[in-house]
């Protein structure tokens, strides 16, 4: 299989224009992490918040382990939707989700947009992270090197949008979608709504995550614009809790709170993506698997039809009505012998092209001539 698309030079993401921000380990942390009771009631991790107060704005009272299994990138694969309008913080819970993977399971991050940060250990060693820009031809042609990593896609429609669920692009992305746990992948996206995105990855997405400025939801409460995001979580699947939204509508989202503010410049929040990604055509030449063998065609139509063609080689006008009569000719056959004297030099002339000329005839040619 050959896949022709442009391929980029593997490069790391450019540097947002601002400095690289540091963020403490703690803020990377699991939910169900002990470490969290290791720092102390006491000890003020963020922002004025002890350490059950400052987990608990991360992730929410309600849990979001308690409806069923923990989710856990490191050796699940799922894919994860952040949808919401403009500005809801989609960009920003994904990034997070990402960072988490990338410091705790050592994943790779492969992303549409630059994503950098540092993470400050407890002994004070810092470490660096770094995206990797997404290059969509190594996707399509499921490379190797692209197996046990994070893929995220901030603005998915751009990459995969319904409008083009014909197209051989999105049938090689549905591809690889359909086996991404065998290659040890996990694939986050946003997109403003659900369901802009392929109608397969739709149905593939595991969670969906409904996203809220805090800032436009309480405007009284003095919450910083973006600085904290509502998020709903909805099983779409049934992978993360045995249940499908569908299967139980009445089940209440799971909903969680994101102190966003925390790691605010580890990534690009107006990277501008390429509009016409979407628009990108994939050639895709493939192999031809053939079942039996190919039966022999019936030329005997040759031994009474080469008569007649020699009693019209001198002539620039032979109706074809007639012509075809005296072969005794039609249906398929009267097609391929039609193919066969024009290739052959015969020319349709008259009115309507309802005669044929031989005079440049080759009857050579008509001998050796092979349907293709």
Known sequence: MVVKVKDRKKQKHKVPPFEIPILGEEILWPENSSDWEDTGKDNIVANNYNW??????????????????????????YIWCAAGPRGSGKTTYITYIAEQCAYLYKKRIISNYPIKFGVRKKDGHVIYIESEELE????????????????????????????????????????????????????????????????????QTDIISHCRDASRRYPHAGYNRGGQILIDLVDNSGNWTGYSQEER????????????????????????????ESLTKVKLNVGELQIGEKPERDESYLEHTIPIITQHLEENKVIKRDFY??????????TEL??????????????????????????????KWKRR
Not at 56 to 69: A, F, K, P, R
Not at 264 to 274: A, I, K, L, S, V
Not at 341 to 358: E, K, P, Q, T
């Open 338 to 367: 039609s193919h066969r004297i024009h290739a052959s030099g015969a020319v349709d002339v008259g009115y309507h092209g309802n005669c044929l000329d031989f005079t440049n005839f080759s009857m050579e040619d008509f001998r």
């Open 52 to 77: 059950r107060e400052y987990r608990d704005l991360v992730y929410g009272e309600n849990s979001v382990s308690s409806l069923g299994i923990p989710l856990d990138l490191s050796n699940d694969s």
């Open 249 to 276: 509508p009445y089940r209440k989202p799971v909903r969680k709170r994101l102190l966003s503010q925390t790691i605010w410049g580890t990534f690009d929040t107006f990277h501008h993506n390429d509009v016409f």
């Open 325 to 334: 009569s005296a072969v005794g000719v039609s249906g398929a056959v009267k």
């Open 136 to 203: 969509l031809g190594k996707l399509l042609k499921f490379d190797e090197s692209y197996r046990g990593c994070i893929i995220v896609l901030d603005e998915a429609p751009q990459v995969i949008n319904r409008l083009a669920t014909m197209t051989w692009k999105n049938r090689l992305l549905d591809l690889w979608l359909q086996l991404i746990r065998k290659n040890m992948n996990s694939l986050l996206y946003a997109s403003q709504n659900e369901n802009w995105v392929d109608n397969e990855l739709r149905w």
